[in-house]
């Protein structure tokens, strides 16, 4: 496998490139993987801020795509003067509007919470997230009512672009894991953690062809 001389994509801190170079020589069995699926198609969506990116996630949690779609549409044309709800635009909001957009009450409370906490710091601006490490963003978020380590870091991977993201809790990574390395239908997560030392500073990638490994 050649090394990526192409520029480098729009929203990622690193070459996918590089990324599976280095993958495929720590891990030849991940490379053996590489090869089948293809290169790296990661590529973060744009994001307008972390409170607009969390509200979504606490939205789509526990839903399929098509109802949280529904739901969250709802809620923004709550708000017609903006193209997204502002946190003030959130609490000024009488809480039974929101549940009669669709949010259930706790998800009315989550989202609440995370515009208190946007206000009053917790909850960083873009320009001082990308400055700090991934561990101090997972610590500062999951401060926020409903968010979890598994949120935190589906934003790091597909907000973010950060290259060195491993959701060890998440079950297809674990499957995905299982099905190219194991051959056991859910390995532990520690054997995923300990395997996956060799994929830094790239578990990110790893973590994304865990998920590929299910399609094939």
Wanted: net charge positive; with cysteine.
């Amino acid at each position: 496998m050649t090394t990526s001389l192409l520029p480098q994509p729009r929203g990622l801190r690193y070459d996918p490139g590089l990324a599976c170079h280095h993958l495929s020589q720590a891990d030849p069995q991940l490379g053996q993987l590489i090869a089948r699926v293809g290169p790296c198609t990661l590529r973060p969506r744009a994001t307008q801020s972390l409170f607009a990116a969390l509200t979504r996630s606490i939205v789509y949690q526990q839903l399929s795509g098509s109802a949280a779609a529904t739901i969250l549409g709802r809620v923004v044309d709550l708000f017609p003067d903006t193209r997204f709800p502002r946190p003030e635009d959130i609490l000024a909001c009488p809480p039974e509007r929101l549940r009669a957009a669709g949010l259930s009450t706790a998800k009315t409370a989550a989202v609440r919470d995370l515009a208190a906490r946007t206000l009053d710091g917790t909850v960083p601006p873009l320009a001082v997230v990308h400055r700090m490490t991934d561990e101090e963003i997972i610590e500062r978020l999951t401060l926020v009512r409903g968010i979890g380590r598994w949120t935190v870091e589906m934003l790091l991977i597909f907000r973010l672009g950060r290259p060195d993201v491993l959701p060890v809790d998440d079950l297809g990574v674990r499957k995905g894991f299982g099905r190219t390395f194991t051959k056991r239908a859910l390995p532990a997560a520690r054997t995923l953690t300990r395997w996956a030392e060799r994929w830094r500073p790239y578990r990110s990638v790893g973590s994304w062809y865990m998920w590929r490994a299910l399609e094939l």
